[in-house]
């Protein structure tokens, strides 16, 4: 029998359904913001302390303990099914990741496997149900995974990029490969959330943090048609999904038909354009998440608590989840972080 | 008496006015993909090469002698003004510029001074004239300069940034020290451009490359009022003039606003889009300039003619300038830079 969630906000929310108050969390909310999360890397590398079920679950409370946020998404890496594939992985935080080896070529991509969660990432799958049992439904967990468009471009660049300049020129000079690619990813990325969600995920995000820098042309070929391919393989019963996207503006309309509930967006839009275009598309039964700049929690607390009620104001109430437009940076003081919160806890 | 530009598509399209086909040229032409700007380059480091007319002129001329592109436009840094306003630029290129001395205090932008073009950058000036000389009229002379609030990027955050951290914080911390800032960069835009114009400058790009990393309520406050403050200030009858943001789509109808005649807008957005949009809020008298993805020349020549030619269809023809959507790319074979051009000038 499945407990009732106590603070269902997120749920209702994602659902378009009433909310005392919209819920309110965190991209990267389990962060180096953070001295207690600082202290628990000290002990650790990056990648163990993803790989270790007590330690990523004591990260992933940390946000829901000291500020008291709405849910508790799952520390964890969007390259950590990637490594799983085959492909080996440097993670330094800060730093960015690296593939050593970066896809170039058709062999390259036949030799990656489609991993058994269970088998290759257990840990995650560990984690999950160790938060669950800590958490006891006092707040969803949330669930991620990288988009496969997102996923191909570290794959392909071998890291962080800024032009995207090798991932596009197999787009457009060899696009059949790259859709092998993203074909490939589309299968492990369903496969690994369909795990997690039956380890206990209660809400699951796809990130195509990067998708953003398509035309809507490429957009349209090379990003949606795999965020559908994973969005329509999840056994999801009663479990809302979320697609965030940074630089959404120009695909709103389209990333309005991936299958996703919820979509996250960035902080370069106007939410209230936002809701006033999804409307007029005929996709009132959407949800919003976001969308303050990261950015303001550097500034002063009037101003991030009037940017929070003008986006609250914009956003109307229902079906809307508050987040930033993109992760917590590290710099940010954690009692500014507080005041994000506060302001849309205070509501009640 | 003024003699009259043999090839002057541009300008007639700037002003919507009817071409046999929309001119083409590119956003960084003069630059590394070309072996004859890396010759000259061999010789000279890139402020320097900025600083000497004959070797400026030499490489801002090669575009013209080896693409047939329908301008030039003067090879140069957005930073040189800023240099001459007493702050010390290292410029590598490829590794971006370096401010050793960041500014964050009143102090240090009331020490800024409002340099006199003739005196402080006659350089500049000098390679314009030169410019003149030898082009004889044959394609238009562009003049160009960086937007307050992108000079003010790299004067807060020392250099290249990835998330405008330190800018946003006084943005969002203290707002009027910044507006001070971009107040004192707007009037010495304004002085340098009309020195521009002055010394031969017969089109005017304005660089907000940044501006589009912030949030339309942010892009108002602080790039936008800028940005209308130097084309209010420019002497310019008869010469038109661009407004160049990378990531315009969620302010397009606001870049509407700034008294350019041409908006050039990236590859993100949809042409067919913005063109749509522009009709619609009332800016039918505005003529676009792009936008092709710059990483599409790094794709096979098929594809490079195929994007082209859906561009310049969703164009429409008239009040187009057909050009990049960012700066080309070093890694670029000239063979595909060539195909771009060709492609438009084989419409006639």
Redesign the interface.
């Known amino acids: 029998m499945t407990q009732a969630i106590q603070n269902d906000r997120l749920i209702r929310a994602a659902f378009r359904q009433p909310v005392d108050r919209p819920p309110v969390w965190m991209m990267r909310q389990a962060g180096r913001y953070l001295p207690e999360y600082r202290a628990v890397r000290k002990q650790t590398d990056f990648l163990t302390l993803c790989k270790t079920p007590d330690l990523a679950a004591e990260v992933s409370l940390q946000p829901l303990d000291i500020l008291g946020v709405d849910a508790v998404i799952m520390f964890s890496d969007i390259l950590i099914p990637v490594e799983a594939m085959g492909m080996h992985l440097e993670l330094t935080e800060g730093k960015g990741p690296v593939f050593d080896t970066p896809i170039r070529t058709e062999e390259q991509i036949d030799k990656l496997i489609i991993p058994d969660p269970t088998e290759k990432t257990p840990y995650a799958l560990d984690t999950i149900r160790l938060l669950r049992k800590q958490i006891n439904n006092a707040v969803p967990l949330i669930g991620f995974a990288g988009a496969p468009f997102t996923l191909a471009s570290y794959m392909v660049e071998g890291g962080t990029s800024k032009?995207?300049?090798e991932l596009?020129?197999m787009?457009?000079?060899a696009p059949s490969l790259l859709h092998k690619l993203l074909d490939k990813l589309a299968e492990v990325i369903t496969i690994y959330l369909n795990a997690k969600i039956e380890a206990g995920a209660q809400a699951i995000q796809l990130f195509d943090t990067w998708a953003?820098?398509?035309?809507?042309?490429?957009y349209a070929e090379f990003a949606l048609p795999y965020e559908q391919k994973v969005f329509a393989g999840l056994k999801r019963t009663g479990i809302p999904t979320i697609m965030y996207i940074n630089?959404c503006?120009?695909v709103l309309e389209q990333m309005a038909t991936t299958g996703a509930d919820v979509l996250s967006i960035d902080?370069?839009?106007?939410i209230g354009?936002a809701r006033r275009r999804l409307d007029a598309a005929g996709f009132g039964n959407l949800a919003l998440q976001g969308n303050l700049?990261?950015?303001?929690l550097?500034?002063?607390k009037e101003?991030?608590a009037t940017?929070v009620q003008?986006i609250l104001g914009k956003a109307g109430g229902v079906g809307h989840i508050m987040n930033l437009g993109h992760g917590i940076?590290p710099?940010v003081p954690v009692e500014n972080a507080k005041a994000f919160i506060d302001t849309v806890k205070n509501l009640v």
Chains 1, 2 share one sequence.
């Open positions: 032009n995207f300049a596009k020129k787009m457009y000079s953003g820098e398509l035309s809507p042309q490429a630089g503006g120009n902080w370069r839009i106007d354009d700049d990261p950015c303001i550097l500034g002063s101003t991030i940017s003008e940076l710099q």
